[in-house]
């Protein structure tokens, strides 16, 4: 089941929201007994890092993925109540842009954060999307070579706890139905599907197309099309590290991908080691970019 917290309905009463977390996402017990592995990189000559035909006869995967992968894809059509119609996966939001991706940090505690620390939020977080994205850049037709991540705004309960200069960002002081930091609703594609920005002060421009939704105390994590929730100690404390693994699961969310305790998954998760430390992930980044022979549109880079 798909997890529906109160977080979702603080989004907006009158958008669609999709969250693919599992409830279990939020359970903190769960990530810290979870091995400190490595994601890679596809290795030279694999069949994802190299250029593919397209399959014109249909999907044919490795065969040692090849029941995970229709595991995973049947989970995904049995679940979704609108999977083909539903057009804000993270996705729909790159090709809406053009194929880059603003972001705003949505900062719901009452601590200071530096310049210095800012900039290090917006470097991370663009590195763990870019652990997602190396997978699909030149693999059968991909249409971008590089998604730029940019951080555009910051929304706190004060502008104070903002040190330093904002220069480059747009500052927030807006909340959501509960009180929480949010980002301008006139600004956010989550709230303007339609791409109509016309009541954002800076216009299209200055638009952000989801966020990262950093709070106090906050145990594991959440995702779906409108952005990402972790902890803010969490990801603070993360800064220096290569890869920030409960964020990293939940990116995955906000492109669609559902948790899958699916039994060959599992299985395949264990005898690899180029995952990001969760079971569904390897399975998941193949499925993003897989070609299926019943669905022409690939899921990776849908644009109809």
Same mark, same amino acid.
């Given at each position: 089941?798909?997890?529906?917290?109160?977080?979702?309905?603080a989004l907006a009463?009158?958008?669609?929201?999709?969250?693919?977390?599992?409830?279990?996402?939020?359970?903190?017990?769960?990530?810290?007994?979870?091995?400190?592995?490595?994601?890679?990189?596809?290795?030279?000559?694999?069949?994802?890092?190299?250029?593919?035909?397209?399959?014109?006869?249909?999907?044919?995967?490795?065969?040692?993925?090849?029941?995970?992968?229709?595991?995973?894809?049947?989970?995904?059509?049995?679940?979704?109540?609108?999977?083909?119609?539903?057009?804000?996966?993270?996705?729909?939001?790159?090709? &809406?842009? =053009?194929?880059?991706?603003?972001?705003?940090? !949505?900062?719901?505690?009452?601590? $200071?954060?530096?310049? +210095?620390?800012?900039?290090?939020?917006?470097?991370?977080?663009?590195?763990?999307?870019?652990?997602?994205?190396?997978w699909l850049y030149?693999?059968?037709?991909?249409?971008?070579?590089?998604?730029?991540?940019?951080?555009?705004?910051?929304?706190?309960?004060?502008?104070?706890?903002?040190?330093?200069?904002?220069?480059?960002?747009?500052?927030?002081?807006?909340?959501?139905?509960?009180?929480?930091?949010?980002?301008?609703?006139?600004?956010?594609?989550?709230?303007?599907?339609?791409?109509?920005?016309?009541?954002?002060?800076?216009?299209?421009?200055?638009?952000?197309?989801?966020?990262?939704?950093?709070?106090?105390?906050?145990?594991?994590? &959440?995702? =779906?099309?409108?952005?990402?929730?972790?902890? !803010?100690?969490?990801?603070?404390? $993360?800064?220096?590290? +290569?890869?920030?693994?409960?964020?990293?699961?939940?990116?995955?969310?906000?492109?669609?991908?559902?948790?899958?305790?699916?039994?060959?998954?599992?299985?395949?998760?264990?005898?690899?080691?180029?995952?990001?430390?969760?079971?569904?992930?390897?399975?998941?980044?193949?499925?993003?970019?897989?070609?299926?022979?019943?669905?022409?549109?690939?899921?990776?880079y849908r644009v109809?």
């Amino acid at each position: 089941m798909r997890y529906t917290a109160p977080l979702t309905l603080a989004l907006a009463a009158s958008a669609a929201a999709l969250d693919f977390s599992l409830s279990n996402d939020t359970d903190s017990s769960m990530w810290s007994a979870i091995p400190n592995t490595q994601p890679s990189t596809p290795p030279p000559g694999s069949p994802i890092s190299r250029v593919s035909k397209r399959q014109a006869a249909g999907w044919s995967p490795p065969s040692n993925l090849a029941n995970a992968l229709q595991e995973v894809w049947d989970h995904c059509m049995s679940t979704y109540s609108n999977f083909w119609g539903f057009k804000n996966y993270g996705w729909d939001q790159i090709h &809406a842009t =053009g194929g880059t991706i603003n972001v705003c940090v !949505r900062w719901e505690s009452g601590a $200071a954060v530096t310049e +210095a620390q800012r900039a290090q939020v917006a470097s991370v977080y663009a590195a763990q999307y870019q652990k997602w994205f190396a997978w699909l850049y030149g693999y059968d037709g991909f249409p971008y070579s590089n998604i730029p991540v940019k951080v555009v705004g910051w929304a706190v309960r004060d502008k104070g706890l903002l040190q330093g200069s904002t220069a480059g960002i747009t500052v927030y002081t807006d909340t959501d139905s509960e009180g929480a930091p949010q980002c301008a609703e006139a600004c956010g594609r989550f709230f303007h599907q339609d791409g109509n920005y016309n009541s954002c002060p800076g216009g299209a421009g200055a638009h952000y197309d989801h966020s990262l939704w950093l709070t106090d105390g906050f145990g594991g994590g &959440a995702g =779906g099309d409108w952005g990402q929730r972790i902890g !803010r100690e969490y990801f603070m404390g $993360a800064l220096g590290t +290569a890869n920030v693994h409960i964020l990293l699961h939940e990116m995955g969310h906000t492109f669609g991908l559902d948790d899958c305790e699916c039994s060959h998954a599992q299985t395949l998760s264990r005898k690899r080691n180029w995952n990001t430390g969760f079971t569904n992930e390897p399975n998941s980044l193949w499925y993003a970019s897989r070609n299926d022979a019943r669905h022409p549109r690939n899921i990776s880079y849908r644009v109809s």
